[in-house]
């Protein structure tokens, strides 16, 4: 009987938990709502099968316990029970399968007039890159990069030098419009995941993936990587910041272009030369 109490209390204190448990979504900050109810079909499929077979487990412990006297049957088949089985599984494992089509679908299905914006992963830091003034992203490649060109971005293509470039700080967003996230990776496997934006892609170096979202509160949320990436992995980390268009506007026209950044460096350079050529010999 102990083990019969023990598994009742089980199946009856899961399901309190799922339905009075403090904990449920983290504050949404997009628009994934279809994703939430994919999950919330999964756990009640799963639940409902969780707690037929305790309770089933329960039920023939004590239906089935020790007696004196008693023997128990042997029966190695029963096709009934075992079409059952099997008809129920593949109809629960349908069930929970079939809604992520439609949800992926909608998920890499990018509506127009979109903004982009690059995400690029490097061990372990996050970077960002918008389109300038053309609304348009120049190209890169990984090979070009260099520590005055981190992102590699092309110098010869003109697309590329009005580029805003944010090197290990704040990416903005503005509330309410669609945004396509270009993701890059430039070393090893990352996973640009803000856990309020309910999306998440790995990015894959040689490639370039991406999701879209459209931010439907203010707010500022952590970015996370989601992939192992190396020893610094759990410091991996950046802030999205989700404005008003006002404010966005104005926090965009503090940033500096790709050709800025350029000429900066070059001074720098330059700087560091003459420095160096002044310097006496030791």
């Not at 089980?10 to 949404?28: D, E, K, Q, Y």
């Not at 609304?135 to 293509?157: A, F, M, Q, V």
Request: aromatic share 10%; glycine share 8%.
């Amino acid at each position: 009987m102990a083990v019969v109490v023990i598994l009742v209390l089980l199946a009856v204190g899961s399901v309190l938990f799922h339905l009075l448990s403090p904990w449920w979504w983290t504050p949404i900050a997009s628009n994934w709502n279809y994703i939430d109810n994919t999950l919330i079909i999964t756990f009640w499929i799963t639940g409902v099968v969780f707690v037929a077979v305790v309770l089933f487990m329960a039920y023939c412990v004590l239906r089935f316990r020790h007696r004196p006297g008693n023997r128990a049957a042997y029966e190695p088949e029963n096709r009934k029970l075992e079409g059952w089985l099997a008809g129920g599984t593949t109809l629960g494992v349908a069930a929970m399968l079939t809604p992520g089509l439609f949800v992926w679908h909608q998920f890499v299905t990018v509506p127009d007039g979109a903004a982009q914006v690059e995400v690029v992963g490097q061990q372990w830091l996050w970077s960002f890159r918008l389109p300038g003034a053309d609304g348009k992203l120049g190209t890169s490649e990984t090979r070009d990069i260099t520590p005055e060109n981190s992102l590699g971005l092309n110098r010869n293509d003109p697309a590329a030098l009005d580029d805003v470039v944010i090197e290990g700080g704040e990416l903005h967003l503005e509330v309410g419009k669609p945004v396509k996230m270009l993701l890059r990776s430039v070393d090893v496997l990352h996973d640009f995941y803000v856990p309020e934006f309910r999306a998440k892609m790995d990015m894959v170096p040689g490639m370039v993936t991406y999701f879209w979202l459209t931010p439907t509160r203010t707010g500022t949320f952590e970015v996370l990587c989601a992939e192992l990436c190396g020893v610094g992995h759990p410091q991996m980390r950046g802030t999205v910041v989700v404005d008003s268009a006002e404010d966005y506007q104005a926090w965009l026209s503090q940033q500096q272009t790709f050709s800025q950044l350029q000429a900066q460096a070059g001074v720098q350079t330059k700087e560091t030369a003459q420095a160096l050529n002044a310097a006496p010999a030791q």
